[in-house]
Protein backbone atom coordinates (compact mmCIF):
# COMPACT_ATOMS: atom_id res chain seq x y z
CA UNK A 1 0.00 0.00 0.00
CA UNK A 2 1.10 3.28 -1.23
CA UNK A 3 1.79 6.12 1.98
CA UNK A 4 0.84 9.46 0.69
CA UNK A 5 1.47 13.00 2.60
CA UNK A 6 -1.08 15.64 1.40
CA UNK A 7 -0.48 18.94 2.95
CA UNK A 8 -3.57 21.41 1.02
CA UNK A 9 -5.05 24.14 3.13
CA UNK A 10 -7.80 24.63 0.53
CA UNK A 11 -10.44 22.50 2.75
CA UNK A 12 -12.73 21.49 -0.43
CA UNK A 13 -9.75 20.99 -2.62
CA UNK A 14 -7.96 18.67 0.59
CA UNK A 15 -11.32 16.98 0.65
CA UNK A 16 -11.82 16.35 -2.77
CA UNK A 17 -7.94 14.67 -3.24
CA UNK A 18 -8.49 12.87 0.19
CA UNK A 19 -11.95 11.23 -1.03
CA UNK A 20 -10.09 10.02 -4.35
CA UNK A 21 -6.53 9.09 -3.31
CA UNK A 22 -8.59 6.54 -0.61
CA UNK A 23 -10.32 5.03 -3.64
CA UNK A 24 -6.69 4.28 -4.83
CA UNK A 25 -6.31 1.93 -1.80
CA UNK A 26 -3.54 4.69 -0.35
CA UNK A 27 -2.66 5.29 2.75
CA UNK A 28 -3.01 8.98 3.51
CA UNK A 29 -1.89 11.82 5.99
CA UNK A 30 -2.85 15.23 5.73
CA UNK A 31 -2.33 18.68 6.84
CA UNK A 32 -3.09 22.24 6.32
CA UNK A 33 -0.55 24.20 7.77
CA UNK A 34 2.90 24.04 6.02
CA UNK A 35 5.28 23.85 8.81
CA UNK A 36 3.40 20.51 10.35
CA UNK A 37 3.14 18.84 7.31
CA UNK A 38 6.93 19.84 6.58
CA UNK A 39 8.03 17.93 10.14
CA UNK A 40 5.69 15.10 9.15
CA UNK A 41 8.15 14.71 5.92
CA UNK A 42 11.49 14.79 7.97
CA UNK A 43 10.32 12.15 10.35
CA UNK A 44 7.92 9.33 7.99
CA UNK A 45 8.44 7.85 4.67
CA UNK A 46 5.98 8.21 2.12
CA UNK A 47 5.58 7.14 -1.56
CA UNK A 48 4.08 10.25 -2.67
CA UNK A 49 4.25 14.33 -0.91
CA UNK A 50 1.27 16.29 -2.64
CA UNK A 51 2.10 19.92 -1.51
CA UNK A 52 0.07 23.09 -2.62
CA UNK A 53 2.21 26.12 -2.78
CA UNK A 54 0.39 28.63 -0.84
CA UNK A 55 0.39 27.51 2.58
CA UNK A 56 0.22 28.86 6.08
CA UNK A 57 3.46 29.25 8.35
CA UNK A 58 6.07 27.29 5.65
CA UNK A 59 4.87 27.66 1.97
CA UNK A 60 5.34 25.07 -0.52
CA UNK A 61 8.74 26.29 -2.60
CA UNK A 62 10.41 26.49 0.89
CA UNK A 63 9.13 23.04 1.58
CA UNK A 64 10.14 21.41 -1.34
CA UNK A 65 13.57 23.43 -1.20
CA UNK A 66 14.47 22.03 2.66
CA UNK A 67 13.48 18.35 2.04
CA UNK A 68 15.61 18.30 -0.96
CA UNK A 69 18.42 19.86 1.33
CA UNK A 70 18.00 17.44 3.61
CA UNK A 71 18.36 14.11 1.10
CA UNK A 72 14.75 13.77 1.33
CA UNK A 73 13.78 11.88 -1.91
CA UNK A 74 10.23 11.80 -2.40
CA UNK A 75 8.57 12.31 -5.26
CA UNK A 76 6.86 15.36 -4.82
CA UNK A 77 3.95 17.07 -6.92
CA UNK A 78 3.23 20.28 -6.35
CA UNK A 79 -0.26 22.23 -6.92
CA UNK A 80 -0.37 25.70 -7.68
CA UNK A 81 -3.37 28.21 -8.00
CA UNK A 82 -2.27 30.24 -10.75
CA UNK A 83 -0.69 29.66 -14.08
CA UNK A 84 2.18 32.22 -13.47
CA UNK A 85 3.48 30.28 -10.80
CA UNK A 86 4.37 27.64 -13.46
CA UNK A 87 7.26 30.15 -14.50
CA UNK A 88 8.17 30.30 -10.74
CA UNK A 89 7.80 26.47 -9.61
CA UNK A 90 10.43 26.09 -13.29
CA UNK A 91 12.48 28.85 -12.56
CA UNK A 92 13.66 27.90 -8.98
CA UNK A 93 15.43 25.11 -7.66
CA UNK A 94 13.00 23.34 -5.90
CA UNK A 95 13.29 19.82 -6.64
CA UNK A 96 9.67 19.19 -7.10
CA UNK A 97 9.03 16.29 -9.90
CA UNK A 98 5.33 17.34 -11.44
CA UNK A 99 3.04 20.09 -10.79
CA UNK A 100 -0.21 20.73 -11.66
CA UNK A 101 -2.58 24.30 -11.93
CA UNK A 102 -5.44 24.88 -10.34
CA UNK A 103 -8.36 23.99 -11.68
CA UNK A 104 -7.26 20.24 -12.59
CA UNK A 105 -9.19 17.92 -13.44
CA UNK A 106 -9.55 14.84 -11.03
CA UNK A 107 -9.11 12.30 -14.00
CA UNK A 108 -5.69 14.37 -14.47
CA UNK A 109 -4.52 14.19 -10.78
CA UNK A 110 -5.17 10.64 -10.39
CA UNK A 111 -3.33 10.36 -13.60
CA UNK A 112 -0.77 11.66 -12.36
CA UNK A 113 -0.39 10.13 -9.43
CA UNK A 114 -0.49 7.13 -10.99
CA UNK A 115 2.54 7.81 -13.14
CA UNK A 116 4.79 8.72 -10.51
CA UNK A 117 3.93 5.47 -8.67
CA UNK A 118 4.72 3.89 -11.97
CA UNK A 119 7.93 5.17 -11.79
CA UNK A 120 8.07 5.16 -8.44
CA UNK A 121 7.93 1.04 -8.92
CA UNK A 122 10.06 0.81 -11.73
CA UNK A 123 12.83 2.07 -10.31
CA UNK A 124 12.85 -0.06 -6.77
CA UNK A 125 12.42 -3.03 -9.15
CA UNK A 126 15.66 -2.12 -11.44
CA UNK A 127 18.55 -3.97 -10.54
CA UNK A 128 21.35 -1.57 -9.24
CA UNK A 129 23.38 -0.75 -12.50
CA UNK A 130 27.20 0.10 -12.91
CA UNK A 131 26.51 1.57 -16.03
CA UNK A 132 27.82 4.84 -16.65
CA UNK A 133 27.79 7.03 -19.97
CA UNK A 134 30.76 9.08 -21.06
CA UNK A 135 30.31 12.22 -23.88
CA UNK A 136 32.98 14.29 -24.05
CA UNK A 137 33.64 15.44 -20.77
CA UNK A 138 30.17 14.76 -19.17
CA UNK A 139 30.03 11.61 -17.24
CA UNK A 140 26.14 10.19 -16.05
CA UNK A 141 26.38 7.38 -13.51
CA UNK A 142 23.19 5.67 -13.74
CA UNK A 143 23.39 3.52 -10.31
CA UNK A 144 24.59 6.43 -8.20
CA UNK A 145 22.19 8.96 -10.18
CA UNK A 146 25.60 11.49 -10.49
CA UNK A 147 26.59 13.62 -13.32
CA UNK A 148 29.25 15.44 -13.67
CA UNK A 149 31.83 17.44 -16.08
CA UNK A 150 35.03 17.13 -15.80
CA UNK A 151 35.94 17.27 -12.04
CA UNK A 152 32.57 19.20 -11.10
CA UNK A 153 29.77 17.91 -9.92
CA UNK A 154 26.23 19.01 -11.63
CA UNK A 155 22.97 18.82 -8.94
CA UNK A 156 20.36 17.44 -10.66
CA UNK A 157 16.15 16.95 -9.74
CA UNK A 158 15.26 13.37 -10.65
CA UNK A 159 13.48 14.80 -13.76
CA UNK A 160 16.07 16.38 -15.03
CA UNK A 161 18.41 13.67 -14.52
CA UNK A 162 16.24 10.86 -16.09
CA UNK A 163 15.48 13.18 -18.68
CA UNK A 164 19.04 13.88 -19.42
CA UNK A 165 19.49 10.28 -19.05
CA UNK A 166 17.04 8.95 -21.71
CA UNK A 167 18.51 11.64 -24.08
CA UNK A 168 22.28 10.37 -23.24
CA UNK A 169 21.51 6.75 -23.60
CA UNK A 170 20.18 7.48 -27.38
CA UNK A 171 21.87 9.96 -28.77
CA UNK A 172 21.67 11.01 -31.96
CA UNK A 173 17.56 9.83 -31.39
CA UNK A 174 15.10 12.65 -32.23
CA UNK A 175 12.59 13.12 -29.54
CA UNK A 176 9.35 14.77 -29.98
CA UNK A 177 7.73 16.65 -26.89
CA UNK A 178 4.85 14.51 -26.37
CA UNK A 179 6.90 11.63 -26.90
CA UNK A 180 9.38 12.56 -23.96
CA UNK A 181 6.39 13.52 -21.45
CA UNK A 182 5.41 9.92 -22.13
CA UNK A 183 8.31 8.55 -21.34
CA UNK A 184 10.17 10.58 -18.42
CA UNK A 185 6.69 11.70 -16.69
CA UNK A 186 4.53 8.67 -17.65
CA UNK A 187 1.42 10.32 -19.02
CA UNK A 188 -0.32 11.56 -22.43
CA UNK A 189 -1.94 15.00 -22.02
CA UNK A 190 -2.06 17.19 -24.77
CA UNK A 191 -0.89 21.30 -23.90
CA UNK A 192 1.61 20.01 -21.64
CA UNK A 193 4.79 20.66 -24.09
CA UNK A 194 5.54 23.65 -21.83
CA UNK A 195 6.71 21.11 -18.95
CA UNK A 196 9.01 19.64 -21.12
CA UNK A 197 10.40 22.78 -22.73
CA UNK A 198 10.97 24.26 -19.35
CA UNK A 199 13.22 21.26 -18.06
CA UNK A 200 15.10 21.41 -21.38
CA UNK A 201 15.83 24.58 -20.50
CA UNK A 202 16.84 23.94 -16.87
CA UNK A 203 19.18 21.16 -17.57
CA UNK A 204 20.86 23.16 -20.77
CA UNK A 205 21.90 26.00 -17.79
CA UNK A 206 23.19 23.40 -15.94
CA UNK A 207 25.07 21.42 -18.57
CA UNK A 208 25.94 23.78 -21.28
CA UNK A 209 28.94 26.25 -21.45
CA UNK A 210 26.78 28.31 -24.20
CA UNK A 211 23.38 28.39 -24.31
CA UNK A 212 23.36 29.87 -27.65
CA UNK A 213 25.76 26.94 -28.54
CA UNK A 214 24.14 23.96 -27.16
CA UNK A 215 27.03 20.89 -27.17
CA UNK A 216 24.60 18.26 -25.58
CA UNK A 217 21.30 18.49 -25.93
CA UNK A 218 20.25 20.14 -29.62
CA UNK A 219 16.89 21.30 -30.82
CA UNK A 220 15.68 19.03 -33.61
CA UNK A 221 13.77 22.37 -35.45
CA UNK A 222 10.01 21.02 -36.19
CA UNK A 223 10.70 17.96 -34.03
CA UNK A 224 11.83 18.02 -30.54
CA UNK A 225 15.35 17.57 -28.80
CA UNK A 226 18.33 15.04 -29.25
CA UNK A 227 21.56 14.67 -28.06
CA UNK A 228 24.68 15.12 -29.66
CA UNK A 229 26.00 12.12 -31.77
CA UNK A 230 29.27 13.73 -32.02
CA UNK A 231 31.17 12.23 -29.62
CA UNK A 232 33.51 8.63 -29.93
CA UNK A 233 31.32 5.68 -30.05
CA UNK A 234 33.10 4.24 -26.82
CA UNK A 235 31.14 6.31 -24.57
CA UNK A 236 29.40 3.86 -22.84
CA UNK A 237 31.44 1.82 -19.97
CA UNK A 238 30.85 -0.84 -16.98
CA UNK A 239 32.62 0.08 -14.29
CA UNK A 240 32.11 -1.71 -10.73
Known amino acids: MKKILLIEDDIHIKELL ?31 II ?7 KDGLEICRDLRANKI ?5 MLTARSEEIDKIMGLETGADDYLTKPFSVREFIARVKAIFRRVD ?13 HGNLQIDQGKRKVMIGERRIDLTPKEFDLLYLLASNPGKNYSRDKLLSLVWGYEFEGYEHTVNSHINRLRAKVEQDLSNPTYILTTWGVGYR ?14
Not at 73 to 77: D, G
Not at 122 to 134: D, G
Open 73 to 77: KTPIL
Open 122 to 134: MLRNQEPSTQILR
Open 51 to 57: LDIMLPE
Open 18 to 48: ELHLKDLECQLMSFSNGQAGYNTALSEHFDL
Open 227 to 240: FNDDFPINNISNEQ
